[in-house]
């Protein structure tokens, strides 16, 4: 009998993710994870074709099929023709992971443009509305689908606000919050769940496309494990919560965080 890990579909079918944001950092750990216990996994990245081809190969290597999908996440247009690749490539999906997101400079409110503010809440959080938009109406039962997971990647900066550094950051992943909740309440009675992982500070290459490069490792002394987490250990947060492991579980927010 299979694990709730592997996740077949009734007549040993692979079950389907889209990851979005998946050439690097957490989205790539999580796509590499969810082929090894079993999934396929479309990949979608907006700028950097190489780093997605990379995570693609790596998919395949761990016994997943790939599927890339460029599209920027904020343009709800290709949102929606991502969606109908998926379908005309694979028929549909069965799980989403909205983890595009970015940061930007250091900077206090008072110094932002309106540009730098649309720019954070476009991605970090209309780009996820789209995504979920798309999923919910592919796999909820109200829609004719057969259910699936959604797991939203927010953010501990919703509990602590990031002042001096991206509030307008901490803001939108605090949208993300209200999002998964309100999301999660709406379509749990249709096959689907909706969750969130809250990271902490993560040693990827988001600090470096922030001006700061030392970033996770400067403030590692702020962190009760003193250190900062790897994205293998959000994506392990991640692929429970997409997982039949965590069949009971809608609308909780997830924090890995070494205890920030
Ligand atoms: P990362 O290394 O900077 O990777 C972000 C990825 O998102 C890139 O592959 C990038 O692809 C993609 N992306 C950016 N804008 C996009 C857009 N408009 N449309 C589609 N894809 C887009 O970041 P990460 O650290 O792995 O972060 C992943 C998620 O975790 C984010 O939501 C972030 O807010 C969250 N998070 C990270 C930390 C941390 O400390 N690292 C902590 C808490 C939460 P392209 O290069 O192709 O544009």
């Known amino acids: ?45 907006a700028r950097d074709a ?27 247009a290709a ?6 690749a998926l379908d005309a490539a694979w028929g549909g999906l069965d799980g989403l992971v909205n983890n595009a997101g970015v940061v930007d400079v250091a900077q206090r409110v008072d110094e932002y443009s309106a540009e730098r503010v649309q720019r954070m809440f476009a991605i970090n959080v209309f780009g996820s509305f789209s995504c979920a938009r798309e999923a919910v109406r592919r796999m909820s039962t109200r829609h004719g689908g057969h259910g699936g ?19 307008d950051y ?30 902490g500070i993560t040693d990827t290459e988001i600090h470096a496309s ?20 790897t994205a293998d250990e959000v994506a392990e947060a991640v692929l429970w919560l997409l997982s039949d492991a965590a069949a009971y579980t809608t609308g909780a927010l997830l924090d890995v965080t070494g205890g920030r």
Do not use: C, H
């Open 210 to 229: 922030g001006g700061q490069p030392d970033r996770a490792w400067r403030l590692a002394p702020q962190i009760p494990m003193q250190r900062p987490g």
């Open 170 to 199: 901490a803001a939108a992943k605090g949208a993300i919050d209200v999002f998964t909740v309100g999301l999660s309440r709406e379509v749990a009675a249709e096959g689907v769940r909706v969750n969130a992982v809250r990271p």
């Open 1 to 45: 009998m299979a694990t709730a890990q592997t996740q077949p579909l009734p007549g040993g079918a692979r079950r389907r993710l889209l990851v979005t944001g998946a050439g690097r950092g957490i989205g790539a750990a999580v796509a590499v994870m969810a082929a090894r216990r079993g999934w396929d996994v479309a990949l979608n990245y």
């Open 79 to 84: 949102v929606v023709a991502m969606f109908a």
């Open 149 to 167: 997971a959604i797991v939203n990647i927010g953010s501990v900066a919703s509990k602590l606000g990031s002042a001096g550094q991206y509030v």
């Open 50 to 76: 190489a780093a997605a081809g990379r995570t693609a190969e790596a998919v395949r290597a761990a016994g997943g099929q790939a599927l890339l999908l460029p599209a920027d996440v904020a343009d709800d």
